[in-house]
């Protein structure tokens, strides 16, 4: 652990919850094409993987149009709602704006979609804090792969042992390992800290505030 210059931030369960909103939009997707609404526990779980997975493990099936269409329409209901159904989490703006007035250079890397990102973001009144954000469209492969981390390094002129990542699920840590950097796991999601033991971090946060202190 040293001293960071660069931030680097999952979003769901790190900086904010967006659950209700994402159970509604997968719910809406999956009954509106035949398929049998998820329970709210389940959803939560997946909320890390990416977009596509999501209904590949939900249906059990590879088929790419019935996947596009899925993802359609979860976009189709998540545009309608989503911000309006998500809060930041506590601290998650305090965090924020005291790294940035340090100086730091802040980025969000996510499996999320860009344009569902930078409207929650900018309804939450944060966006003014990141100087750069990798969605899922940005890379070739999603996160547990580093591609995203690694492009946020470069970007914001850093260097992997001048970054921190912080995020609240093993997809997160093995990202953050496999890119190089440091870690920081925070307890505001649905894994607990036991199994956070396979991964090197350098703290267990119960909120992200507690990175500032690192």
């Known amino acids: 652990m040293g001293s960071y210059n660069a931030y680097l931030f999952d979003f769901d369960y790190t900086l ?11 719910n809406y997707a999956l009954f509106s094409l035949g398929f049998p609404a998820q329970e709210r526990e389940t959803l939560r779980r997946m909320v890390s993987i990416d977009l596509a997975e999501t ?26 709602s ?17 790294l940035s007035a340090r100086g ?8 999320r979609r ?14 003014e804090f990141f100087d750069y954000i990798v969605a ?17 390094i470069s970007a914001l002129g850093s260097a992997r042992e001048d970054a921190l990542y912080a995020g609240d699920t093993l ?3 093995e990202s953050a390992a496999r890119a190089g950097v440091d870690f920081a796991a925070v307890m505001t ?15 267990l946060c119960a909120q992200i505030a507690e990175i500032t202190a690192l």
């Open 104 to 111: 730091a250079k802040l980025a969000v890397v996510t499996n």
């Open 171 to 173: 997809i997160d840590a």
């Open 55 to 80: 209904f590949r493990r939900i249906t059990g099936s590879d088929d790419e149009e019935l996947i596009a269409a899925l993802q359609a329409r979860h976009i189709e209901e998540a545009s309608r």
């Open 189 to 203: 999601g649905t894994t607990g800290a036991k199994e956070f033991e396979g991964f090197p971090y350098v703290k």
């Open 82 to 98: 989503m911000a309006a159904h998500a809060a930041l989490l506590p601290g998650a703006e305090e965090a924020l704006r005291t």
């Open 114 to 127: 860009r344009r569902l990102l930078k409207e929650m973001l900018e309804a939450f009144e944060i966006a």
């Open 16 to 26: 904010a919850d967006a659950t209700e909103g994402i159970v509604a939009a997968v």
């Open 136 to 152: 899922i469209e940005d890379v070739l492969e999603p996160k547990p792969a580093p591609e995203g981390i690694l492009a946020a």
